[in-house]
C-alpha cells in the first residue's frame, strides 16, 4: 500500500521541518491543504489560532526541503484561483522538486472560508462543472502548444505557459470528495481518487455524515467510481484518508481510546472501529486492518491526516509502515 501524510495546523518554519522527517521515515508523499482556516469537524466555526500556511507556498518549500517524496494539494480549492493560475504554479513546483508534484484538485467546501473572504461560493451543481473544465483547461496547457478554450465558466484564447511540467506530460491526478458527480467527474480525469465525507452540498463536516459513511457505504461509493471509470476504459486508483488515527501499546488502550472517541462523538463505537476514515489499535491491529482494507476494498493508496504534530506520524511510520 501507497501510504501519504497530508500536513496541517502548524507553522511553517514546522512545516518544512516535519516534511523531512516525513520523508525519512519513507512515506511516498507529502499533502498539504488549502483553506484560509481550519474549521474542526462538527463545529461549523473557523479556528483563528491554528496555522494555515498557503498550500501552494507550502508545496514550493516542501518541494526544494525535499528531495524524493511526492507533492501536491489534498486537495487544492479550485474556486480559489483560476486554473491557468493552477497550471502554472503546480508545473513550476514540478520544475522546483525535480518532477515529484501531482496535481489535487476539489471543487471546494468549506462555507465559512468564502463568506468570509467575500470569494463566490455557488452551488454544488455549478462547482463541479467548474471543477470539470478546471481539469480540461489544466491538462490541455500542459499538454498542447496553444490552448483556446469557450466553456460556461472560463474562456482561454490561444494560450500558453512557458513553464511546463518536467516530464512534458500532464501531472497526475488527485481528486477528492464524495457525491456521485464528484465521482463521474473523478472517472473521467483522475489517476487517485479520495473517497472522504461527504462535505459538498452541507459546505461543513457534519458529524451525521461520518456516521452515514460505515464501511458498507465506503464500499458502495468505491464500486460506484470504479465501475464507471471502466466504462471510460480507464483504471483508478482508489484512495482513503485517516482523519482519527490511534496508535496503542495494547488492546485495553485500543478499546478505551475507540469508546472514549465514539463518546466524543456520539457514536456507536461498534461503528466507529470499522469507519473507514479512522484506525485505532495497536500496531498489529492496524496493520491486519489496512491489509483487510487493501484486500477487500481495494484501496491502494492511504494517506495519514497529521494537523498539528509529527508525533502520531513517526509511530505510525516506525511501526506499521514498513509492514504494510
Known amino acids: 500500500m501507497d501510504v501519504a501524510v497530508q500536513l496541517a495546523g502548524m507553522t511553517a518554519d514546522r512545516l518544512l521541518v516535519t516534511a523531512r522527517e516525513t520523508e525519512e521515515l519513507g512515506f511516498s508523499s507529502i499533502y498539504v491543504p488549502d483553506h484560509f482556516a481550519d474549521e474542526p469537524p462538527g463545529t461549523s466555526t473557523l479556528s483563528d489560532t491554528t496555522p494555515m500556511p498557503e498550500a501552494l507556498t507550502a508545496l514550493a518549500g516542501i518541494a526544494a526541503a525535499t528531495s524524493r517524496v511526492r507533492i501536491g494539494g489534498h486537495v487544492l480549492c479550485n474556486l480559489f484561483r483560476h486554473p491557468a493560475v493552477t497550471a502554472q504554479a503546480m508545473a513550476t513546483i514540478d520544475q522546483i522538486s525535480g518532477g515529484r508534484a501531482l496535481l489535487g484538485l476539489g471543487a471546494g467546501w468549506t462555507k465559512n472560508e468564502f463568506d468570509m473572504t467575500g470569494i463566490p461560493y455557488p452551488d454544488i451543481k455549478p462547482r463541479l462543472r467548474m471543477l470539470d473544465e478546471a481539469l480540461q483547461v489544466i491538462t490541455s496547457l500542459w499538454s498542447r502548444p496553444r490552448t483556446t478554450f469557450r466553456g460556461e465558466f472560463y474562456e482561454l484564447a490561444d494560450a500558453f505557459l512557458t513553464v511546463q511540467p518536467v516530464n512534458r506530460q500532464p501531472l497526475p491526478v488527485l481528486l477528492g470528495g464524495s457525491g456521485k458527480g464528484l465521482l463521474r467527474i473523478a472517472a473521467r480525469h483522475a489517476d487517485i481518487v479520495n473517497v472522504i465525507v461527504e462535505l459538498g452540498s ?123
Open 202 to 324: 452541507a459546505g461543513t463536516v457534519r458529524i451525521e455524515e461520518v456516521a452515514k459513511l460505515t464501511q458498507d457505504a465506503y464500499q458502495a461509493k468505491l464500486d460506484f467510481v470504479r465501475a464507471e471509470a471502466q466504462k471510460l476504459g480507464r483504471e483508478i486508483a482508489l484512495s482513503s484518508t485517516l482523519f482519527v488515527l490511534a496508535i496503542t501499546d495494547d488492546e485495553a488502550e485500543a478499546q478505551a481510546t475507540l469508546e472514549g472517541f465514539a463518546a466524543g462523538f456520539g457514536l456507536d463505537p461498534g461503528l466507529v472501529g470499522s469507519l473507514p476514515m479512522a484506525l485505532i489499535g495497536t500496531p498489529e491491529q492496524c496493520v491486519a486492518e489496512l491489509q483487510r482494507r487493501e484486500r477487500e476494498w481495494g484501496i491502494s493508496h492511504l494517506v495519514l491526516s497529521a494537523a498539528g504534530g509529527s508525533e502520531m506520524i513517526q509511530r505510525f511510520g516506525r511501526d506499521v509502515l514498513p509492514r504494510l
